[in-house]
């Protein structure tokens, strides 16, 4: 009974709990984004220049979009695996989505590390 009781498949709990942990983190970081935007209130070119050369900024904004791109695989993940009922069409546009978001990230490691 114990080992029945401990050997439970969590199926979902783990997909569960990383997006409301990247929930948490994109509103975290968006906090802080709108602080700033509201204590600067005229911003021009130069202070966005200087804001995301700070390596800190870009880490930060690095964290988020792996947040956002985490969270919003599992989103799309469920939604596929809940609603399209045919495998093929399912792993197809599985893959078509996460190929776009490696896309995504690599743009995003780009412009980030490019300022």
Excluded at 5 to 22: F, K, Y
Excluded at 31 to 59: A, C, E, R
Excluded at 64 to 84: E, P
Aim: glycine fraction near 4%; hydrophobic fraction near 60%; charged fraction near 5%.
């Amino acid at each position: 009974m114990v080992k029945s009781v401990l050997g439970v498949n969590h199926q979902g709990l783990t997909e569960w709990i990383g997006q409301r942990l990247s929930a948490v983190i994109m509103t975290i970081y968006i906090i802080g984004w709108l602080v700033f935007l509201f204590s600067h209130p005229p911003i021009d070119y130069n202070q966005w220049h200087d804001l995301f050369t700070n390596q800190w900024m870009k880490v930060a904004t690095f964290i988020f979009v792996l947040s956002l791109l985490y969270h919003a695989w599992i989103g799309m993940w469920t939604i596929l695996t809940d609603y399209v009922k045919p495998v093929a069409l399912s792993l197809l546009l599985q893959a078509v989505i996460l190929l776009s978001l490696v896309a995504c990230f690599f743009y995003a490691l780009l412009i980030l590390w490019s300022v």
